[in-house]
């Protein structure tokens, strides 16, 4: 079997832009992941259904492991690397996580913490029902979701209190 | 300084997960060969040919092995890691399948290539000739046993095992009322949301192996793989990285990728990776819970059980690696808080052609609960009394404590009660859901046309169970404290629960403390982290440790400060002499003068010279001393802790389209003293959320061929946050545990024991339908409408 046809893409990731050869068939999960070696994207079930995987592609939440890499050509992306606040410091969504013990093993967390971000961006006071149909499509398997709903909630407020 | 042992402090772990700095074991190794396996189609097949032919000129490709090249102890079918003198008929598989598979998903061939895609491109183009055999599908067609899984086991019984207290027989004949029921709970299983994944690389210079597994036992795993590769467990490391969730899957082991993968690794001489996805994770890891019951229980005019006869059936799967121990779990803790009388339980363990069953959270105790519930129900229908009543009467009570059951336990011990107050938590169970207030609520909804209904079921949970954990604590010269133990972590907060101990033994800030997990570099003795054993098991030992790494330190600085040990208190990180103020020094300068050091290498380590410390008329280091500030230690209990708690739930069902919806869901537990109360509740409230996925959506959905039909997320209905109760109520009591230094027990499975059996006394209440059978749909709910129509609901 012949070697693969590789294809330049050029993907802005977290502000700073990559230029990778890729196959046409390289999902834009692997590529984050391995290609670019920012592996705080997960991969939890590579059918679209789990949300670990999800990052902002032009600022909207997107499961990475349902795009190729070659069609987010050009995109900015931000993964969960990408969040923090410019001094380093835990974004408002990050640390309400932290805050309300919204992780426990953290393989689900990067999808909550991108979804979530965006979704305060355009909702900025969430009710408690806004908030569970914000993460209603993110399974997490080990806090049974109770203090990540806390989690929108508490990063909301920190939002609305920082400057 | 605060006390941190029961402060609901936040977790050390999370500011690295939150930011993607996570390691987990598919984050390592970007250099390494990743690999695919073939596998089985077929619940059971004959392999007649393997041709690899058209996947040889596949670019990339770097090897394909199936059992033919496998040789010595790696040829060897893989361990059965548990045996049992009741386990006459023990079966396990080989790392790749030799001529015959027995269940969908069985790795036939494996093959390396550069990367996964190239992986998956060989292992597709390798074509294998099956001639198939009947597939044996559920716990009935195993029974039946028209055909057989393995044609050396007569009646696919792999073991029967029987426990008994009493004259069962003589005391149901004897009983004023006898009822009987057959109840039965379907596969699900653990499913994280990380699947497996090894990582391996061997150092052809040294002849090491280190490896990286998504696993829950680092030690265990080592063992294994040292026997299969012929190699000294000194040169085998095993390490686990941040692990994505187990819940008990990630206990067995070796699983074959595990043994295979280091293989080619040394074979290769380049570092192999697997890295499972979701499909296989479905048909190729491990499930649990199937089990069909029959109860025989005969009761007195007050719902006092007599005598209880409970026959069951567990289907464990192709093979048994992992022995009997949910079985046997089953069988002991199905008698939960109650004193059944005389009690005799029989099982068998069934092969069927189906995934292996291993322990998932909980552990057979789901289905015990289950039984023991629905009989607890039962009894209060055919009397008329009140399901609390009942359940109040064959209480254990307080005073009955240590309460001695006259069976032996899954550990192999006495199955006996360390402490617990079950009245006291059905008081509370009952203030916390409005138990009393209920009947009229259920009444003015049926008015109004609707179905509420409430249920309640209590477990009792052996904890902590041995045989061992050890701890690792030693101060570094900079007065930071590095914590070791060989038990591995799976997101319960381990780094900072038990550098809460530590803090508090040792004196010493959270924040300057930091603990290792499950890498058998730095501690390479331990069992593994299962049976809510790690805070019992790990945090006593590290507790342990640290005190000797104490009565060390106020040894050291009582010689430095010239008083003695017991004028000493350390706080904050500094040693000082109570109620002297300026009189201290820091635990960093005790860590330096421990260790008389020839060479000064900073200025620490100058003061400690053997030119700048020491009394010249002894040796540097005493006959009885060792250099450094170090503790180690170990906790090897007689037996297991016994946590308990009750669950409540109120559940409304559509009356048109069976629609079960949670209105409220209640929860006292008790796990004797919470270190931090936060991760407890944590804990709980995923186990909740297990237990409603096991009460009302996941199954394994096996069709009569061993097709795994529901193999996907898109299938597997794991809940999302609208399957879930909007709020968990919990209270909890905290009944110490005399039997280890802290009065811990185990935290991590509680939330899911009761749950399939708390909705389905609540469904039960509703519909006035008996519910036998578990999870139940929506759609058969309805069906149980039509089939018992005429039924008053």
């Known amino acids: 079997m012949s070697t693969e046809e590789l294809f330049e893409v050029r993907l802005i990731v977290n502000g700073a832009a990559h230029d990778v050869r890729v196959p046409a068939r390289r999902l834009l999960s692997d590529c984050i992941r391995h290609d670019l070696r920012l592996t705080g994207t997960h991969v939890g079930c590579e059918h679209g259904v789990c949300g670990a995987c999800t990052v902002l592609i032009d600022g909207v939440p997107m499961r990475s492991c349902l795009m190729l890499a070659v069609s987010a050509d050009g995109t900015e992306i931000t993964t969960v690397e990408g969040l923090t606040e410019a001094d380093g410091s835990l974004s408002p969504v990050q640390q309400a996580f932290q805050d309300c013990h919204g992780l426990q093993c953290g393989f689900c967390t990067p999808g909550f913490l991108t979804t979530i971000t965006a979704g305060l961006r355009d909702n900025p006071a969430p009710t408690e029902g806004d908030a569970r149909e914000l993460i209603g499509g993110n399974l997490c398997r080990c806090t049974g979701y109770q203090n990540i709903v806390k989690a929108v909630l508490r990063a909301a407020e920190i939002r609305q209190n920082r400057p | ?793």
């Not at chain 2, 001639?131 to 559920?138: M, T």
């Not at chain 2, 006898?178 to 699900?188: A, G, H, M, P, T």
């Not at chain 2, 000194?234 to 990728?257: A, L, R, S």
């Open chain 2, 1 to 793: 300084m605060t006390k941190m042992f029961g402060e609901p402090i936040a977790r050390v772990e999370d500011d690295r997960l939150l930011r993607g700095h996570g390691a987990y074991l598919d984050d390592l190794g970007h250099d390494a060969l990743a690999c695919a396996f073939v596998r089985s189609p077929h619940a059971h097949a004959e392999v007649l040919d393997i041709d690899v032919t058209g996947a040889l000129d596949v670019d990339g490709l770097v090897a394909i092995y199936t059992y033919e090249d496998l040789a010595g102890p790696l040829a060897d079918p893989l361990p059965l890691l548990i045996p049992h003198p009741a386990l006459t008929h023990g079966r396990t598989q080989y790392a790749l399948a030799r001529d015959v598979v027995r269940h969908v998903g069985e790795p036939i061939a494996m093959v390396v290539a550069r990367d996964r895609y190239l992986a998956e491109d060989a292992a597709e183009r390798i074509v294998v000739s099956y001639r198939p055999l009947p597939a044996v599908v559920g716990v009935e067609a195993a029974r039946a046993a028209e055909q057989l899984v393995h044609p050396d086991v007569p009646g696919n019984v792999a073991a029967n095992m029987t426990q008994s207290v009493g004259d069962v027989a003589a005391a149901i004949a004897a009983a004023p009322h006898v009822l009987e029921l057959d109840l039965s709970i379907e596969r699900s299983a653990s499913t994280p949301m990380e699947g497996r994944g090894v990582l391996a690389r061997w150092d052809p210079e040294s002849h090491r192996l280190r490896m990286w597994s998504s696993t829950q036992t680092s030690t265990g795993l080592r063992a294994a793989v040292a026997a299969k590769l012929g190699l000294a467990l000194i040169d085998v490391d095993v390490i686990t990285p941040d692990v994505g969730g187990g819940f008990g899957v990630k206990i067995m082991h070796p699983w074959p990728e595990e043994v295979l993968v280091p293989w080619a690794a040394r074979a290769l001489g380049q570092p192999v990776k697997f890295v499972e996805d979701r499909r296989e994770h479905f048909i190729a890891s491990a499930h649990e819970r199937a089990q069909l019951h029959h109860v025989r229980a005969g009761f007195d005019d007050d719902g006092r059980l007599l005598g209880l006869d409970v026959r069951f059936w567990h289907d464990h799967g192709a093979y048994i690696p992992y022995g009997l121990i949910v079985p046997i779990i089953t069988s002991t803790q199905l008698l939960g808080p109650y004193k059944p009388g005389a009690y005799r339980v029989e099982f068998d363990s069934l092969y069927t052609n189906t995934l292996i069953v291993t322990p998932y959270r909980g552990a057979g105790r789901p289905q015990g609960v289950f039984v023991m519930e629905r009989t607890m129900d039962a009894i209060a229908a055919e009397l008329g009394l009140d399901r609390t009543v009942v359940r109040e009467r064959n209480f254990i009570r307080p005073d009955e404590m240590p309460y001695d059951h006259g069976l032996i336990f899954q550990d192999g011990r006495a199955l006996i009660y360390d402490s617990g107050d079950y009245p006291q938590s059905l008081q509370k169970l009952k203030a916390l859901v409005g138990w009393d207030e209920f009947a009229a609520y259920r009444d003015a909804a049926r008015a109004e046309g609707r179905r509420v209904g409430i249920g309640l079921a209590c477990y009792v949970e052996g904890t902590g169970v041995g045989p061992y954990e050890g701890g690792h604590v030693v101060v570094e010269p900079s007065g930071k404290v590095k914590v070791a133990t060989g038990l591995t972590s799976q997101g319960q907060g381990h780094q900072t629960v038990f550098a809460q101990i530590v803090a508090d033994e040792l004196g010493v800030p959270v924040a300057d403390i930091e603990v290792v997990t499950g890498d058998t570099r730095r501690f390479g003795y331990a069992v593994g982290t299962f049976a809510s054993r790690a805070a019992v098991m790990s945090g006593s030992a590290i507790a342990l440790a640290a005190r000797a790494a104490r009565a060390k330190v106020l040894k050291v600085a009582g010689e430095a400060l010239e008083v003695s040990p017991d004028d000493l208190e350390i706080v904050d990180g500094i040693v000082r002499v109570s109620g002297v103020p300026g009189a201290e020094i820091s635990l960093g300068t005790v860590a330096v003068l421990s260790n008389p050091l020839r060479y000064a290498f900073d200025d620490a380590a100058q003061a400690a010279t053997q030119f700048a410390v020491g009394d010249t008329s002894r040796p540097p280091v005493d006959e009885d001393d060792e250099p450094g500030i170090e503790g180690r230690d170990y906790f090897s209990p007689m037996r297991s802790t016994f946590a308990s708690g009750m669950h409540a739930v109120i559940v409304e069902t559509d009356p048109d389209t069976a629609e079960i919806t949670i209105l409220k869901y209640c929860v006292v537990h008790d796990c004797g003293r919470l270190i931090n109360p936060r991760i407890v509740e944590g804990q709980i409230h995923g186990g909740v959320a297990q237990g409603v996925a096991g009460a009302l959506y996941e199954r394994m959905a096996y069709d009569d061929a061993g097709q795994l039909q529901n193999a996907s997320f898109m299938d597997f209905l794991m809940p999302y946050v609208s399957e879930v109760p909007l709020k968990i109520d919990i209270d909890h009591l905290e009944t110490p545990s005399p039997l280890n230094p802290l009065g811990i027990k185990g935290a991590g499975e509680a939330g899911v024991i009761p749950g399939a059996a708390a909705f389905a006394s609540a469904i039960e209440d509703a519909e006035g339908i008996p519910i036998t059978a578990m999870p139940i749909s929506p759609s058969e709910l309805f069906e149980l409408r039509r089939r018992t129509e005429g039924t008053p609901a």
